[in-house]
């Protein structure tokens, strides 16, 4: 396995739950993930949601992805930042046409939030690997 693995799980599985932390309360809510490419995992919310003041806090955060019939599950652990380059938030208004429903349509709007998790690791887990989750080997990625 490697972290090409994790990409194409990630977008074949873009439904996943996403782990904060605000102060010492843990925060999980569902997603649809943008993409998954060879520089990290891509979301976007809107700038006010509790969800991007937690990361902007404390920028680690845990993403559970899972198969549609839950037979394999990733879960990746990392550090988030947020996107400013101007093509990668036009990019995402295109691809994402819904955020226009919220008013954005420029990707200067501040409203838009755009993030990727850029380093920390992955792994897989199958029901094979109950009561062995610490001897799974961790996929690493990025450089951070």
Sequence with gaps: MDFK????????????????VEGDQPRVRCLGMWYADETGFYF???????????????????????????????RVSGKVRFITDRAVRARCIAERPFVKNFGITDPDNPLLAVFQIYTGEAYFWTMADSMKEASIPRIKFGNG
């Design 44 to 74: 976007q919310a809107q700038s006010v949601k509790a969800m991007c003041k937690q990361l902007e806090q404390n920028p680690k955060c845990e993403v559970y992805f899972h198969s549609k019939d839950f037979s394999r599950v990733m």
């Design 5 to 20: 693995d994790c990409i194409r799980f990630a977008n074949e599985n873009r439904t996943c739950y996403l782990a904060t």
